[in-house]
């Protein structure tokens, strides 16, 4: 089985920043085959994509983070990060990690970002 495991979701205020991290681990898991991939889920609203990183590094980015979140992993770590800059109070949401191979796809519990003054 594949775990993923978020942290360093906060109460943050708008213009502040946080870095989310997700352990990968897995008896089968090789973390550098997977792409992987951020994702939020605001009260009432659809799951949506905030970015994604390829297994060779390439980066995706909704249209609403761009110039504010950066997707970053360590394959050495097995893990990925997320950096957010500049937080909005619609960035408020619980952020999920996921990944995916083929057919595969895993997905951690999620960790709340609360951005309030």
């Known amino acids: 089985q594949v775990q993923l495991v978020e942290s360093g979701g906060n109460l943050v205020q708008p213009g502040g920043s946080l870095r989310l991290s997700c352990a990968a681990s897995g008896s089968i898991f090789i973390f550098g085959v997977y792409g992987m991939g951020w994702y939020r889920q605001a009260q009432g609203k659809q799951r949506e994509l905030v970015a994604t990183?390829?297994?060779?590094?390439?980066?995706n980015y909704a249209d609403s983070v761009k110039g504010r979140f950066t997707i970053s992993r360590d394959n050495a770590r097995n893990t990925l990060y997320l950096q957010m800059n500049s937080l909005k109070p619609e960035d408020t949401a619980v952020y999920y990690c996921n990944a995916y191979y083929k057919s595969l796809t895993y997905w951690g519990q999620g960790t709340q970002v609360t951005v309030s003054s």
């Open positions: 990183v390829t297994n060779d590094g390439s980066t």
